[in-house]
């Protein structure tokens, strides 16, 4: 463990010291900062248009840092040869890429976590809300982080194989599908006048792709009308899912990587 920690600790070094990275949550903070100032312009009814814009701020602003973070992770280790350097060392390749996956999810923590604070803090000062609003705002931010742990998973896993910037749009690509995942399987699933056999292929298929639209639940917090059944179920079914997922896509990166000549 001695090894991926250090690891762990030298990529969250490396990840809070890149520019483009600041820059990013910079301009999500700058924007979850001014939506609540002009709320107080707006009429009460527009609230659930202030905390879905912010929302909104988070979640992509999360996703882009998830995913800029860890598509060149590998490929500047092996372009600047330091990857040698590590692995000269007793580091086995499973540890290196693991301490890497750890190091990007504790920076990536550290950013949603502090637009999460601003968002939250600057909602409260702005719309004074009852406790249990704020609770399930710091909740839903949580459900991101878990999502944006599964997006950087998926990064991580074709950036043992692929080219960063392939990595780039294929990563974004599969976070664009699998948030309108649900909406889409929904569609097919009522559709009857289209073949079993095309609904059987579409449903393999959703099942293989992960499903990020399962951790976007702004709905209930906007319509309290529109309240999840089985909340707690729901949030540790879908939490051990991303954990599956994420622990699939590693051991298959592991996999690859072990294989790669570097």
Same mark, same amino acid.
């Given at each position: 463990?001695? !090894?991926?920690?250090?690891?762990?600790?030298?990529?969250?070094?490396?990840?809070?010291?890149? +520019?483009?990275?600041?820059?990013?949550?910079?301009?999500?903070?700058?924007?979850?900062?001014?939506?609540? !100032?002009?709320?107080?312009?707006?009429? +009460?009814?527009?609230?659930?248009?202030?905390?879905?814009?912010?929302?909104? =701020?988070?979640?992509?602003?999360?996703?882009?840092?998830?995913?800029?973070?860890?598509?060149?992770?590998?490929?500047?280790?092996?372009?600047?040869?330091?990857?040698?350097?590590?692995?000269?060392?007793?580091?086995?390749?499973? @540890?290196?890429?693991?301490? +890497?996956?750890?190091?990007?999810?504790?920076?990536?923590?550290?950013?949603?976590?502090?637009?999460?604070?601003?968002?939250?803090?600057?909602?409260?000062?702005? @719309?004074?809300?009852?406790?249990?609003?704020?609770?399930?705002?710091?909740?839903? !931010?949580?459900?991101?982080?878990?999502?944006?742990?599964?997006?950087?998973?998926?990064?991580?896993?074709?950036?043992?194989?692929?080219?960063?910037? =392939?990595?780039?749009?294929?990563?974004?690509?599969?976070?664009? =599908?699998?948030?309108?995942?649900?909406?889409?399987?929904?569609?097919?699933?009522?559709?009857?006048?289209?073949?079993?056999?095309?609904?059987?292929?579409?449903?393999?298929?959703?099942?293989?792709?992960?499903?990020? !639209?399962?951790?976007?639940?702004?709905?209930?917090?906007?319509?309290?009308?529109?309240?999840?059944?089985?909340?707690?179920?729901?949030?540790? +079914?879908?939490?051990?899912?991303?954990?599956?997922?994420?622990?699939?896509?590693?051991?298959?990166?592991?996999?690859?990587?072990?294989?790669?000549?570097?």
């Amino acid at each position: 463990m001695g !090894a991926i920690s250090a690891i762990a600790r030298t990529t969250l070094g490396e990840a809070i010291r890149r +520019k483009v990275l600041l820059i990013i949550m910079l301009i999500g903070i700058l924007f979850l900062s001014v939506i609540p !100032a002009f709320s107080v312009l707006s009429a +009460k009814s527009e609230l659930t248009t202030m905390i879905s814009a912010m929302f909104f =701020v988070l979640r992509y602003t999360s996703a882009l840092i998830a995913i800029v973070l860890t598509v060149y992770m590998l490929p500047n280790e092996i372009e600047r040869r330091t990857i040698y350097t590590i692995l000269s060392k007793p580091v086995q390749r499973w @540890q290196f890429l693991l301490g +890497k996956y750890l190091g990007a999810i504790f920076a990536l923590g550290l950013m949603i976590g502090m637009m999460s604070f601003l968002m939250i803090t600057m909602f409260y000062l702005f @719309q004074h809300p009852e406790a249990s609003k704020m609770f399930e705002l710091a909740r839903q !931010a949580l459900l991101y982080f878990v999502e944006m742990s599964l997006l950087t998973a998926v990064a991580m896993f074709f950036s043992t194989f692929v080219s960063p910037l =392939v990595n780039f749009f294929i990563s974004i690509g599969l976070w664009l =599908v699998g948030t309108l995942l649900n909406p889409l399987y929904e569609s097919i699933s009522k559709n009857n006048e289209m073949a079993p056999v095309l609904k059987s292929i579409f449903s393999f298929v959703f099942s293989l792709l992960p499903n990020f !639209a399962n951790y976007d639940t702004k709905n209930p917090i906007i319509n309290p009308g529109q309240a999840i059944q089985n909340e707690t179920i729901y949030y540790l +079914k879908i939490t051990g899912y991303g954990f599956l997922y994420i622990g699939i896509l590693l051991i298959l990166g592991i996999l690859i990587f072990d294989r790669r000549e570097v």
